[in-house]
């Protein structure tokens, strides 16, 4: 079942075609043989899936209605708690963590037929932009194992563009969805802050964290979003959605391109690509507006004082004696021994910048400013709406960097989100899809809406995607 989308396998199961115990089961053996390329997976649920894939099995013996997901197999991301599962967040702090509880996103999933395959690598708590920030393995793009998947998300991205998964569930903060679905060349969304909730998603950035799925097609992102989203009275940011996207085109739609996001130092190729796409879609009745949004170069550093800031102080919780990793001695060296020992690196260089931007004498100086710009970036982009419908833009300045490249680089790495974290801070939504190729790897096209609008965007990308066939080109592993 490589490569399917989440209405082949519906309807194979309630044609008869095939059963969810075979598609389970072929799903398990394809990961079992080929993930030791890519490490998407950390563990696969095998038992747990079998037994979710007998209920529908049940369900169409019986001849009862399958809900919408019946029989689909599903990936979450290590952050997301799932019931006596461990979950890890890929970090040595909670190696042993075995979750009490069910994410309201997986919990929906399972409600609506899906079958919860895995759980997949990511950086650590989420820190990071390349998969490499992982406590317990480096994941590889499908396109070029020598190459970066981007991330946080990098495992979730990569179960889906290997084809081992149709749909997989990941996290943003500042483009940890978007930005390897750009490198890995298929569909990641990122949707309104509060469109989805975030109860049982282990903590990294609480005003910036969101939900938001891997796909083939826009279409099969826009249903798993319908199913994950919605008002949960056990997270109060969250709101009630809108439902699906109607049918679109781009007659008549007015997409913005501002020029602050085709920024100097940018591949060539990937410009050329974007470009070509915003010519299409004048072709087919867009109307092209040009945009200046001049505070989106202060985006980066705005989230990078915002990010490490809400970051310390989730994290505080993890001090040997309440969550994850034991430590002994007195309670100085059990906070040294279980920290030291538990977070790497980049967790341990973002708690420390955080807790300075929130020290005394400080916080004015940084932290209430960058707030202040964040509502200023907000207040540019509902400006922009008022003129244009989507906005379309490159989703990263370039393609997926060689493993290794950037670690030792901090600030490299953090530039990979230039384009992406303007949407998290602002809380408006963002798709990216596949638009063509720069030196034989993917290349990733943005649409970004306004807050709420998520239906919009999803429009536009499928719209996109009905004029071109990106989408369809997959690696061979």
């Known amino acids: 079942m490589q490569f399917s989308t989440i209405s082949s396998i519906v309807d194979a199961i309630k044609s008869g075609k095939s059963t969810a115990t075979q598609i389970v089961t072929d799903t398990l053996a394809d990961i079992h043989a080929r993930d030791s390329a890519t490490l998407a997976f950390l563990e696969t649920f095998d038992a747990d899936a079998l037994a979710q894939a007998a209920v529908i099995d049940a369900l169409v013996k019986n001849g009862a209605a399958l809900p919408p997901l019946a029989g689909v197999p599903v990936a979450i991301k290590d952050n997301m708690l799932y019931a006596g599962h461990t979950a890890t967040a890929c970090s040595k702090i909670l190696a042993n963590h075995t979750a009490a509880y069910t994410a309201t996103v997986v919990e929906r999933l399972i409600n609506a037929g899906a079958i919860i395959i895995g759980r997949t690598n990511m ?115 969250s709101v009630d959605g809108r439902g699906l996207p109607c049918p679109s085109s781009f007659v008549g739609l007015r997409v913005g391109v501002p020029k602050e996001y085709f920024i100097d130092g940018m591949d060539g190729e990937v410009r050329a690509r974007v470009n070509e796409a915003i010519d299409l879609m004048r072709q087919h009745g867009a109307e092209i507006i040009d945009l200046s949004l001049p505070l989106q170069p202060y985006a980066l550093p705005t989230y990078y004082i915002i990010q490490p800031a809400e970051a310390a102080s989730n994290l505080g919780r993890y001090d040997g004696l309440r969550y994850g990793t034991r430590a002994t001695g007195n309670l100085e060296e059990s906070y040294f021994n279980a920290r030291g020992d538990g977070f790497g690196a980049e967790a341990k260089r973002r708690i420390i910048l955080g807790t300075f931007i929130l020290s005394a004498g400080y916080y004015d100086s940084y932290y209430k400013k960058a707030l202040a710009v964040r509502t200023a970036i907000r207040q540019e982009f509902d400006d922009a709406f008022q003129r244009v419908d989507v906005i379309a833009c490159p989703t990263t300045p370039g393609v997926a960097w060689t493993i290794g490249e950037k670690l030792d680089d901090p600030v490299a790495m953090y530039l990979a989100d230039i384009l992406t974290v303007a949407a998290n801070i602002s809380g408006i939504t963002g798709v990216s899809v596949p638009c063509g190729f720069a030196h034989n790897l993917p290349v990733g096209l943005q649409f970004l809406a306004g807050a709420m609008q998520d239906e919009q965007a999803l429009a536009a990308a499928a719209a996109y995607q009905s004029l071109t066939s990106w989408h369809e080109q997959y690696p061979r592993i």
């Not at 650590?124 to 981007?150: I, V, Y």
């Not at 990941?170 to 969805?177: D, I, K």
Request: charged letters at 15%; aromatic letters at 6%; hydrophobic letters at 35%.
């Open 123 to 237: 950086d650590e708590f989420a820190m990071g932009s390349s998969g490499e920030s992982s406590a317990w393995q480096k994941t590889h793009n499908p396109w070029d194992l020598t190459k970066t998947p981007g991330g946080s998300s990098s495992g979730s991205c990569v179960a889906v563009a290997a084809g081992f998964v149709p749909i997989a569930l990941g996290s943003e903060t500042g483009g940890s969805v978007r930005q390897p679905a750009a490198l890995c060349g298929i569909v990641g969304t990122k949707p309104s802050y509060g469109r989805v909730s975030r109860y049982g998603i282990i903590a990294l950035g609480s005003s910036l964290d969101q939900v938001g799925t891997f796909a083939h097609t826009a279409n099969d992102a826009a249903l798993a979003l319908s199913i994950i989203g919605g008002r949960d009275e056990r997270d109060a940011t």
